[in-house]
C-alpha cells in the first residue's frame, strides 16, 4: 500500500516539496491560480461541503473532493454532521469523493456503500490508544471495501 503527501492550502509548499497534491480551503488560492502554480502531476483537492460546492469544484477543475462533515468530529466544533447522504448527493460530480469526519473502522462499510472514493481520518487514528493498530483496522477495513466493491478503483481507496 502506497500513500501520498498532500500539503494543506500552501500551492507554493506543494510546488517546492514535490507533493502528490494540494488540498485547497476557503482561504486557499482559487482553483484556476494554483493549476498555474503546480505541476500538472500534482492534484488539487478542494474541500466541499455540500452538492453545490460540489459541483462549482468539479467545473473548476478539481481534481478530487474533500466532503464533509459527515460525522460529529471535534475537529469541527459547531459544523453539522450531513451523514452518509451528503455523500450520496455529490458522487456523481465528476472528480473522485473522498469522506472526511468522524470516519472510523465502524463507519467504513457505510461511507462506501453511499458512492465514496476514499476516506480521510484524523482522530480514527491519532486517538486512538495503538496507532499502528488502528491503521492496520483501517486498512483491512479499505481492502474488504475496495475488495468487494468490484469498482474500477478497487485497491485506490485510501486512508
Same mark, same amino acid.
Given at each position: 500500500?502506497?500513500?501520498?503527501?498532500?500539503?494543506?492550502?500552501?500551492? *507554493?509548499?506543494?510546488?517546492?516539496?514535490?507533493?502528490?497534491?494540494?488540498?485547497?480551503?476557503?482561504?486557499?488560492?482559487?482553483?484556476?491560480?494554483?493549476?498555474?502554480? &503546480? *505541476?500538472?502531476?500534482?492534484?488539487?483537492?478542494?474541500?466541499?461541503?455540500?452538492?453545490?460546492?460540489?459541483?462549482?469544484?468539479?467545473?473548476?477543475?478539481?481534481?478530487? &473532493?474533500?466532503?464533509?462533515?459527515?460525522?460529529?468530529?471535534?475537529?469541527?466544533?459547531?459544523?453539522?454532521?450531513?451523514?452518509?447522504?451528503?455523500?450520496?448527493?455529490?458522487?456523481?460530480?465528476?472528480?473522485?469523493?473522498?469522506?472526511?469526519?468522524?470516519?472510523?473502522?465502524?463507519?467504513?462499510?457505510?461511507?462506501?456503500?453511499?458512492?465514496?472514493?476514499?476516506?480521510?481520518?484524523?482522530?480514527?487514528?491519532?486517538?486512538?490508544?495503538?496507532?499502528?493498530?488502528?491503521?492496520?483496522?483501517?486498512?483491512?477495513? &479499505?481492502?474488504?471495501?475496495?475488495?468487494?466493491?468490484?469498482?474500477?478503483?478497487?485497491?485506490?481507496?485510501?486512508?
Amino acid at each position: 500500500m502506497g500513500g501520498w503527501i498532500v500539503v494543506n492550502g500552501r500551492t *507554493d509548499i506543494a510546488r517546492v516539496a514535490g507533493a502528490h497534491a494540494v488540498q485547497l480551503g476557503r482561504g486557499s488560492l482559487p482553483i484556476g491560480a494554483a493549476r498555474r502554480v &503546480l *505541476d500538472r502531476s500534482c492534484a488539487i483537492g478542494v474541500s466541499v461541503h455540500g452538492p453545490e460546492t460540489c459541483r462549482e469544484a468539479s467545473a473548476l477543475g478539481a481534481d478530487y &473532493l474533500l466532503l464533509g462533515t459527515i460525522f460529529p468530529t471535534p475537529s469541527h466544533p459547531g459544523m453539522p454532521a450531513a451523514g452518509v447522504e451528503l455523500i450520496a448527493s455529490c458522487a456523481d460530480a465528476g472528480p473522485p469523493v473522498i469522506g472526511i469526519g468522524g470516519i472510523d473502522v465502524e463507519s467504513i462499510d457505510a461511507v462506501s456503500s453511499a458512492g465514496a472514493y476514499g476516506v480521510a481520518v484524523i482522530r480514527a487514528v491519532w486517538q486512538s490508544e495503538d496507532p499502528a493498530a488502528a491503521v492496520e483496522r483501517l486498512v483491512r477495513a &479499505l481492502e474488504r471495501w475496495t475488495g468487494a466493491s468490484g469498482s474500477s478503483h478497487a485497491g485506490e481507496a485510501r486512508v
